[in-house]
């Protein structure tokens, strides 16, 4: 880290030296010195950096390059901050005096603090001559770390899932048979323990998952426990989850709720129920003393999983329970070799030359799952016909590993794979530290994260988002991040680190000062925080322990007003910071203290309850990424026009009701000029008036990728489609017409070739015909566009179509998907087509079909004729549909929908959602009564 840290100052000393900054002769001798002897260690620091950890002097050594590198950087941008305040506010008759005059004062301050740097340099260069002929490196050349393209190699990423079933069979055979079979009388507790790193997560959520299972239990719910587990967090969590998978309301007040509430909440929930419960990762006795006492033991034959990694917690769980305990071993010699190629090499063998060094290093990682895939991960981007890079690997590995503390010798092999990073990423890895455990990495989000802290470097013909998005495909495959849900288009959405590589990252950060977390304990007050991560809480007593020298401030769950109130005075005291997130925070006015942070090109304020921007955010002129979704802020300051740098801008909120009214999502008001904002890459959501020439402005940003404009009018739509012809980098368009107008798009001939998600609102005057020549499109959604013609004749060639759906979208009396067609398409929703009776799906149609929702739809006669024929279906819902549909599949036409694992019928009654499961019986007979009436909004039904 210390050849990123090093990397980041000379891309700021550069410019400085080269560029329109006038400085002193001997200022300017005292900053080339700094970048010659920093760019003299460069090649260097890559085999340190590896190195530091088994070699205590170069450990410190390398420390101090670390430290000497980021001081820089803070005296430069302290020099800059100065430079802008001198340079800002002066009347024209005496600005050029006094900035001369103040000018000379920073520069004489800046010498002061870069001869402290240099006098330092020259002590820590010795060290590098020193080091430099020890480890052999010439002085000069590329940094031996190299950088890997990232590529992109999405089905590469999911090799770990796949390998992760080596071995599986058996131990979850055994597992199933205890949950369904035998004595079902009482509750019973099966634990599965055993170290880190042997899959114990993964053989219980297959079992989870497994559709006898599914079947067999009512209720299902998976929570995450984890070593610093707060209970009422974790009872809100089950609560949740129990309420959802059965598509009930959750509790409105369960965030207020104190633990015995939430106890007894569940507790009634599961009452004369039978349930399955997954509690993974149990680090104590104390834990499970919390959770058990919540779970009726009813004679249902419920039953609760675990895993653990200690053998006391699994046999204290079963105490009383009469449940079962299941040790689980490491992989075979077989399974192990099985699943090594498979990662390394994407095949069943391994090349010959290279058979006794994979054996060698296999015999090191002694079974362990975790461990095989990680090495692996490393050895996958190794040329298979250079086998001196693979001896060297076998020859690095820790003698450790042949102890037997095998979770220090797991974590050496993953600290390996981290050392093995390109200098580009591990930044960016280790950046990730800032999330708390188990929680959901949205790669929308770190990619405008890691280009505002200024890991992601330029690459000629790519965008710097294409870049990062690179780095991104590059730790998935990797296996350092796990992906947890994906885009219609098979993109990654959200991720997650392992625990493993979470306590890896996190120790690294503590000793580089990297990023701090405010849950770690043992931080010294002298320490320099450059990045903070608050976690639920900070103290007015904390703020000065984190300093001011902040370059990053993020926020995960901070829900009281204190810590607002000390998380600004943070703010205030920060005024290097790059990136702040404030998601959540309790603010109902735009904080002023924002608008001193110069150097601030990432804002988001997310689910705030701000109404207004100030005039004065025009002073934030470096800003890249504004996040004001969940706001309530309808109109922008003509402010907003001076931030030339802007690449998001997102502006809106939903609406919440039962079922979406017309006007759900509210943007803000078109802003006149907005066309200057040239580098923009997302615009949403941009509400269109009588007058305001938004349309001829937005023709401008050719650059947008996304951009979503409402409130249009049937005059707006001939020049609406010139517009739309000029923006050849789009990917996603929203449009929505005014209420009660029309979209006419046949003026469209010249679509944006590469559109891939398309939303159209409103009642379309016919079907754009010029969608059939879309074929990088992936998503299509009609909302309230009547369409008269079958929408399915003009998508169904689309190569590339995941997702359709139809809400007040046609009304027609018959839908067909004809054989053959569709061929990739995975989801599909219905929702209030009034006069549809029939929905037909020929044979070889939607093969890949795996989700299909109808609601509303009150003449349809029956389930779609072959959907039989599905056998990729796995869910199946309907909502308010009419008994006549209902009763039938639940009787003598279920053999229909037998094959789909979750079959659902969901009604809105007095302004409560009532769920049922389809099982073959009779709901009403089976459940006795319909539900307790509990307001659900649009929002948490999330049905789609």
């Known amino acids: 880290m210390a050849e990123c840290a090093v990397a980041f100052v000379l891309d700021k000393l550069t410019p400085l030296l080269e560029h329109n900054v006038n400085l002193m002769k001997d200022v300017k001798q005292e900053v080339e010195f700094v970048r010659d002897e920093l760019e003299r260690m460069t090649a260097f620091l890559s085999v340190a950096d590896a190195a530091e950890d088994s070699d205590p002097e170069l450990k410190v050594w390398v420390k101090q390059v670390r430290d000497v590198a980021c001081e820089t950087e803070d005296i430069i941008d302290d020099f800059m901050l100065q430079l802008h305040y001198t340079n800002a506010g002066c009347p024209a008759f005496f600005h050029k005096l006094f900035f001369s005059i103040t000018n000379l004062r920073t520069q004489y301050e800046i010498a002061s603090k870069i001869k402290t740097i240099k006098s330092r340099m020259t002590y820590i260069a010795e060290g590098h001559r020193r080091y430099r002929y020890k480890f052999n490196i010439p002085n000069h050349g590329s940094s ?3 950088g890997i393209e990232a590529i992109d190699r999405r089905g590469d990423a999911l090799l770990l899932e796949e390998g992760e079933l080596v071995g599986i069979d058996h131990p979850k055979k055994h597992i199933v048979t205890w949950l369904v079979e035998g004595d079902l009388s009482g509750l019973k507790v099966v634990a599965v323990v055993g170290m880190g790193g042997l899959g114990k997560t993964t053989l219980v959520k297959k079992v989870f998952d497994d559709s006898v299972v599914n ?27 129990l309420f959802d998978q059965m598509k009930l309301p959750v509790p409105q007040d369960v965030t207020t709720m104190n633990s015995t509430r939430l106890k007894a909440t569940i507790k009634d929930f599961l009452r004369h129920r039978r349930y399955v419960l997954v509690f993974d990762d149990v680090w104590s006795i104390q834990a499970w003393e919390a959770i058990k006492h919540v779970l009726p033991n009813d004679d249902q034959g419920s039953r609760v999983i675990l895993t653990t990694r200690l053998m006391d917690v699994a046999s204290s769980c079963i105490v009383g329970n009469d449940g079962y305990v299941y040790e689980l071993n490491p992989l075979s010699k077989e399974e192990s070799w099985i699943l090594f190629c498979h990662k390394t090499f994407q095949r069943n063998s391994c090349p010959k030359h290279l058979i006794d060094i994979c054996e060698n290093i296999l015999r090191r990682c002694g079974g362990l799952p975790l461990a095989i895939v990680a090495i692996s991960g490393v050895l996958s981007t190794k040329r298979e016909n250079n086998i001196d890079d693979w001896k060297m690997l076998s020859y690095g590995l820790s003698s450790e590993l042949e102890g037997n503390d095998q979770l220090e010798s797991i974590r050496n092999i993953l600290l390996l794979s981290f050392n093995c990073l390109p200098c580009y990423l591990k930044p960016c890895f280790m950046y990730l530290s800032n999330y708390p455990e188990d929680h959901l990495i949205e790669h929308n989000t770190i990619i405008r994260q890691w280009i505002s802290e200024g890991f992601v470097k330029q690459k000629q013909g790519r965008t710097l988002e294409e870049v990062a998005q690179g780095y991104l495909n590059e730790l ?17 959405k959200l991720s997650c680190i392992h625990d493993m590589y979470h306590e890896i990252i996190l120790s690294k950060s503590r000793d580089q000062n990297f990023m701090t977390t405010t849950t770690e304990t043992n931080i010294m007050r002298s320490k320099r925080v450059r990045r903070l991560s608050v976690h639920g809480m900070l103290r007015n007593s904390e703020v000065k322990r984190y300093g001011a020298r902040l370059c990053s401030l993020l926020s995960f769950g901070v829900g009281d007003l204190q810590s607002t109130s000390s998380i600004l005075q943070l703010v205030k005291s920060s005024r290097m910071l790059r990136v702040l997130d404030l998601t959540g925070l309790h603010l109902e006015k735009f904080p002023e203290v924002i608008l001193e942070l ?3 090109r990432y804002l988001c304020l997310r689910n705030t309850g701000i109404k207004k921007l100030p005039g004065s955010i025009k002073k934030l002129h470096k800003l890249e990424m504004l996040d004001l979704k969940g706001t309530y802020i309808t109109e922008l300051p003509i402010g907003i026009l001076k931030l030339l740098n802007l690449r998001q801008l997102l502006v809106y909120h939903h609406a919440l009701d039962s079922y979406t009214p017309y006007n759900y999502l509210l943007g803000f008001k078109a802003l006149k000029g907005i066309g200057c904002l040239k580098y923009l890459e997302k615009l949403c959501v941009i509400e269109a008036y009588p007058g305001s020439e938004v349309l001829e402005e937005i023709a401008t940003m050719t650059e947008l990728k996304r951009v979503s404009v409402t409130k249009l009018r049937v005059e707006d739509c001939v020049l609406l489609c010139s517009t739309i012809e000029n923006l050849g980098k789009l990917c996603s368009l929203g449009l929505r017409a005014a209420e009660g107008d029309v979209l006419d798009l046949q003026y469209l001939t010249s679509p944006p070739p590469f559109l891939q998600r398309l939303y159209l609102g409103g009642q379309l005057a ?25 929408p399915l004749e003009y998508l169904q060639d689309l190569p590339n179509l995941v997702h359709i759906e139809l809400i007040e979208g046609y009304i ?53 004729l072959g959907i039989e024929r599905l056998i990729n279906m796995k869910v199946l819902e309907f909502f308010d549909m009419p008994n006549e549909f209902i009763l039938p599949l639940s009787g003598n036409e279920y053999w229909k929908i037998a094959h789909i694992l979750e079959v659902h019928h969901t009604y809105l009654r007095n302004g409560c959602w009532e769920v049922y499961p389809l099982d073959g019986t009779l709901a009403r007979e089976k459940s006795g009564k319909l539900g307790t009436p509990i307001v659900k909004t649009q929002e948490q039904r999330n049905w789609l």
């Not at 998935?476 to 990654?492: A, C, E, H, Q, Y």
Request: charged share 30%; hydrophobic share 40%; net charge positive.
């Open 476 to 492: 998935v495959n990797k296996s350092l991040l796990r992906p947890m849900k994906t885009n219609d288009d098979g993109s990654v």
């Open 215 to 241: 079947k067999h239990f009512k209720n299902h719910a998976w929570i995450t426990v984890s070593q610093s587990f707060k209970v009422e967090e974790l009872l809100k969590d089950t609560i949740r989850q």
């Open 812 to 864: 027609g009396e018959k839908l067909r998907f004809k054989a053959g067609k569709f061929q990739k398409l995975k989801l599909i929703g219905f929702d209030k087509l009034e006069a549809l009776e029939l929905v037909i799906i020929e044979d070889g149609a939607t093969p890949l079909l795996e989700k299909l929702i109808i609601q509303r739809c009150n003449l349809l006669k029956s389930v779609p």
């Open 144 to 146: 031996l770390s190299g």
């Open 598 to 600: 110069l150097h601030l």
């Open 766 to 790: 016919n079907f754009p015909h010029w969608i059939q020549s879309l074929r990088s499109l992936v998503k299509v959604y009609f909302r309230w566009s009547r369409l008269t013609d079958d």
